[in-house]
């Protein structure tokens, strides 16, 4: 069946080091990928989103870089800081007909940084 | 105020009776889904309604149900509740199809839910 997966749940880092959260995707025709982040005691947050006609975007001290060959997604953090540490969520969309904002999350990646 | 407000935000309760979780939104979106997360499994969509008139069931909809009260409402009900869905369950929202950030769900902060 189709779903998106995590190589790395955790993820360590010091302040002030870039970050780099892995994602697998298994459905070829998925063309739309978010990113969210989930801070402890609260609903996931959208970071930065991308299509599948884009293989990079940048936003505010985060990219996400797409590659749509091995099917791989993933979020960079620039200069991650103390309060970037949560569990981050990659998903999925295929936006076609009535899958139109229906999303499928992978697991989650729980990023620390260390001061 | 918070622009997608779930309440109960904590419940417990015993197997067998009847809980119902509220979603109320102010963000004017057409859409509005109900997710449970569970630990190491992420979001899993329960139900979702595309407008007031339209009820979708979602990946694990069974025990479940909802109801789409008015566009800015959206209930999940769980008509005897049991142990496996103790659960961390999540309302959200999203603009209509066509329209700008489509596909991104605002989250409400999430109702804490043990059936014990």
């Known amino acids: 069946g189709e779903s998106v997966g995590l190589h790395l749940p955790t993820l360590s880092v010091q302040e002030g080091d870039n970050s780099i959260i892995n994602c697998a995707y298994s459905?070829?025709?998925?063309?739309?990928f978010i990113w969210y982040k989930q801070e402890s005691g609260k609903g996931p947050q959208f970071i930065i989103d991308?299509?599948?006609?884009?293989d990079k975007r940048q936003g505010q001290r985060v990219t996400v870089l797409l590659n749509k060959t091995v099917k791989h997604l993933s979020l960079q953090i620039a200069a991650t800081q103390p309060g970037d540490s949560a569990v981050y969520f990659c998903a999925e969309n295929y936006a076609g007909g009535t899958s139109y904002g229906k999303l499928t999350f992978g697991q989650g990646t729980i990023l620390t940084v260390h001061p | 105020d918070a622009d997608v407000t779930q309440t109960p935000r904590n419940r417990i309760t015993k197997t067998g009776k009847r809980i119902m979780l509220e979603c109320s939104q102010t963000?004017?979106?057409?859409?509005m889904y109900w997710y449970r997360q569970d630990p190491g499994l992420g979001l899993r969509l329960i139900y979702y309604s595309f407008d007031v008139k339209d009820i979708n069931k979602g990946e694990i909809s069974d025990g479940y149900s909802v109801s789409r009260q008015a566009q800015a409402k959206f209930s999940l009900s769980l008509e005897s509740a049991i142990p496996n869905q103790t659960a961390l369950y999540f309302c959200?929202?999203?603009?209509?199809?066509?329209?700008?950030?489509?596909?991104?769900?605002?989250f409400g902060a999430g109702s804490r839910l043990t059936v014990l």
């Open positions: 963000k004017g979106h057409d859409r």
């Open positions: 959200a929202t999203s603009p209509g199809q066509g329209r700008s950030g489509a596909n991104v769900l605002t």
């Open positions: 991308i299509r599948s006609n884009m």
């Open positions: 459905n070829s025709a998925s063309d739309y």
